[in-house]
């Protein structure tokens, strides 16, 4: 017979796409105990500190980092990408964190960091399903044009001409939003200058 937990684990797996993390199990009333010996039984994989796949769950690297650090929020070449504002799949991924964060899992991945003010760090996130249908954490297009901006000279030409020219062919911008991110980051003049042809 099927232990109620057993159905409480089951749910949470595939609420999450077969991906579960220990403190979502925990914070169900399930004792951590009661988990591993369900996943030894159900032969979850360990994909990483505290998170388990089930065996027909796709191991996707970009929401598994963010299960991990919830704080990084997919940025710069990584965010053009998800918006389809890039020609290529950027490597390595590009996280944006506080600053002072510190995080040895996100070096010893090699994940490019970028770190900002607190402040900056929440501006602009919203949520996007990863190309295997995870939720992840990802700078809006208006913040991400902000970030490409303000890190010109670090991008590659062709890349930031095509994310620029590739936003202002959109129809779902909002050039209001655009300039209220760069108020708030001091990129106003910086946005009308690159803007300024195209607007």
Request: charge should be positive.
């Amino acid at each position: 017979m099927r232990s109620l937990k057993q159905n409480a684990i089951e749910k949470l797996l595939a609420e999450n796409n077969g991906i579960v993390k220990t403190a979502d199990v925990v914070a169900a009333g399930i004792s951590k105990e009661t988990f591993y010996k369900y996943a030894k039984s159900a032969g979850l994989e360990k994909a990483a500190h505290g998170i388990y796949l089930s065996p027909s769950a796709w191991a996707d690297e970009m929401y598994l980092l963010q299960a991990q650090i919830p704080k990084a929020v997919y940025s710069h070449e990584t965010a053009l990408y998800l918006h389809d504002l890039a020609e290529m799949e950027p490597t390595p991924l590009t996280v944006t964190v506080p600053a002072k964060y510190n995080s040895p899992i996100l070096a010893e991945k090699g994940i490019k960091i970028v770190y900002v003010k607190k402040e900056w760090h929440t501006l602009g996130v919203c949520h996007m399903l990863s190309p295997a249908g995870y939720s992840l954490a990802v700078y809006d297009m208006e913040r991400t044009i902000c970030d490409s901006i303000r890190k010109r000279s670090e991008m590659d030409v062709s890349a930031f001409n095509y994310a620029v020219t590739g936003y202002m062919k959109r129809k779902d911008k909002n050039l209001n939003r655009l300039m209220e991110y760069a108020k708030a980051m001091r990129l106003e003049k910086k946005i009308r200058e690159t803007m300024g042809v195209l607007f």
